[in-house]
């Protein structure tokens, strides 16, 4: 069903998972307000797509991996990630 669990247990790494996302979930973008973030990484712990990582202190995510189930968003302990709807307004 491409939920990537295999490519995040493979301890060597065997497996790249590549997916193409519809329109309907390209429709909206996590967004991190740096300014509220503590970088606890419970963010990151949290996610079983492995679509976000901390490292160095800034958050990265990878679009391509992530299935905007706002479990990150849910799980911070002080509500600075946010799934935000991009506008198709011009
Ligand atoms: S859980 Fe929230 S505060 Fe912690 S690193 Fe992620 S966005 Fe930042
Ligand atoms: S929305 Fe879900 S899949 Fe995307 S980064 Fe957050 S926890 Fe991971």
Do not use: W
Not at 12 to 41: F, M, P
């Amino acid at each position: 069903i491409g939920c990537g669990s295999c490519a995040n247990v493979c301890g060597e790494d065997a497996i790249t998972l590549k997916r193409k996302l519809g329109n309907v979930i390209n429709s909206q973008k996590l967004h991190v307000d740096e300014d509220i973030c503590v970088y606890c990484g419970v963010c990151e712990e949290n996610c079983t797509m492995d679509a976000i990582k901390l490292e160095d202190n800034k958050l990265i995510f990878s679009e391509d991996k992530c299935i905007k189930c706002e479990v990150c968003s849910k799980k911070c302990p002080v509500g600075a990630l946010k799934l935000e709807r991009l506008s198709n307004e011009r």
